[in-house]
């Protein structure tokens, strides 16, 4: 009988084993790693559990857009402004309704549509106030929805529609100026809780919100939440405004606290900054995914030194499997660029695209065409854009963003942009 008993059980012996043998393997492999986690989980415990809920599993559809290639056009909030006109809901929608059409013309299949800019809203948000860009002043009343009407112009064009937000930008060279009684700064700022006065911080000719409180990132993953629950889209986008790139000490208070609060095994102020937005980034992530076949990218600036700098921690989102589901570089130099050329930076992006599940796309520099930019190399020859594309196929890149919308229409871009609708 024992003979027997050992007999079965023998080869659920071997398993766990194997089990422990391979968890000690990982443990030895990861130990940065696991470090790095346990203090993220003393900083947001509720973000890292609600991020590890949906990197269990890889998520089954990725499809990025229906054809085998991205072609994406950035339309930025400054290509919205409804600042000359009556601003009301015919005249948006004329507006709308020609920059789809231009969009679709040069063959592209994707828009990306900024719907937050400065910690407000190009559509219904109980989060955050009306946008400037629509009503004239922040905070301003609207009788119609123009996220909505946006998206319904672009799917009738065939086009999938990326919502484009910044996530920590609340103000910049005092735009918008005033801000909205019912911005989160002013609320913040005008209660009784001093707690949440350091919710948000000032740096250089800006405002932005800080994301090192687990209350901010919360702020912006149920902003995220919201736009997903309520509107048609494919896609959300944040941009490369991370931390502002002029460093400063604006956040010494809290992580000097956060050094206190873990002993000899905090990170640096750079890690710690980075790991802050990993954690917004992982949220987002996990936010986007709840609505099924919606995707979440992210494009950050070329220069990786840069991002590392501003908090955004490239080399992992681009490696490891629940921050995105495609990365956009903003390659926005020449083929001849003095210091970092194109085919340079576009290489080093696909070395660093590892995960299998992510796209990976390259932003190019439409606004740069018959200008002087880096050191005149954009003049040397006239297809920049179309010798991009090509190369960047050859390199292996999904595809391309193009920035910015207004410069499809610009009279110095018109043959470059006549090739690639040719194309």
Not at 29 to 40: E, F, P, Y
Not at 284 to 301: D, M, N, R, W
Not at 380 to 392: E, F, R, T, V
Request: glycine share 6%; aromatic share 12%.
């Amino acid at each position: 009988m024992m003979k027997k008993i050992f007999f079965h059980a023998f080869p659920l012996l071997i398993a766990i084993i194997l089990l422990f043998g391979s968890v000690a393997a990982v443990s030895v492999l990861q130990k940065k790693d696991d470090a790095t986690a346990s203090v993220n989980s003393k900083i947001d415990n509720s973000a890292v559990s609600q991020a590890s809920k949906s990197n269990t599993k890889e998520s089954s559809k990725n499809s990025i857009t229906k054809g085998n290639e991205m072609l994406a056009v950035w339309v930025p909030y400054m290509s919205i402004d409804m600042t000359g006109t009556d601003r009301n809901e015919n005249t948006y929608r004329k507006k709308i309704d020609k920059i789809m059409k231009n969009i679709h013309d040069i063959g592209a299949n994707t828009v990306i549509f900024q719907v937050r800019p400065f910690c407000d809203a190009l559509y219904k948000s109980d989060l955050f106030p009306t946008s400037h860009i629509i009503t004239g002043v922040q905070g301003g009343k609207i009788d119609y929805d123009s996220l909505e009407i946006a998206i319904e112009t672009a799917h009738k064009y065939k086009l999938s529609f990326h919502a484009w937000i910044n996530p920590l930008r609340i103000q910049s060279k005092e735009i918008p100026e005033p801000l909205a009684d019912d911005n989160p700064y002013t609320i913040w700022k005008n209660d009784d809780i001093k707690e949440n006065d350091r919710y948000t911080f000032s740096s250089g000719d800006g405002i932005y919100l800080n994301p090192a409180y687990p209350e901010v990132r919360k702020l912006i993953i149920d902003g995220a939440r919201e736009i997903t629950e309520n509107y048609d889209i494919d896609g959300l986008q944040i941009d490369d405004y991370f931390y502002p790139e002029n460093g400063g000490d604006f956040d010494k208070k809290e992580y000097n606290s956060y050094k206190k609060e873990s002993g000899k095994a905090h990170l640096s102020l750079e890690e710690w900054r980075q790991e802050n937005i990993n954690m917004l980034v992982s949220g987002l992530y996990s936010a986007v995914h709840e609505k099924e076949g919606c995707v979440f990218g992210i494009s950050p600036q070329c220069n990786t030194d840069n991002d590392v700098k501003m908090g955004a921690d490239v080399f992992k989102w681009c490696a490891y499997f629940g921050y995105a589901d495609y990365i956009c570089p903003q390659l926005y130099i020449s083929e001849s660029h003095p210091t970092l050329p194109y085919k340079t930076a576009a290489e080093q992006w696909r070395k660093m695209t590892t995960q299998k599940n992510i796209k990976l796309y390259f932003g190019l520099a439409l606004y740069k065409i018959g200008t002087d930019a880096d050191s005149g190399t954009w003049l040397l020859k006239d297809d920049n854009i179309l010798s991009q594309m090509k190369l960047g196929r050859e390199i292996g890149a999904d595809g391309f963003m193009l920035y910015s919308y207004d410069s499809l229409l610009d009279t110095a871009a018109a043959k470059e942009v006549a090739a690639i609708a040719g194309q």
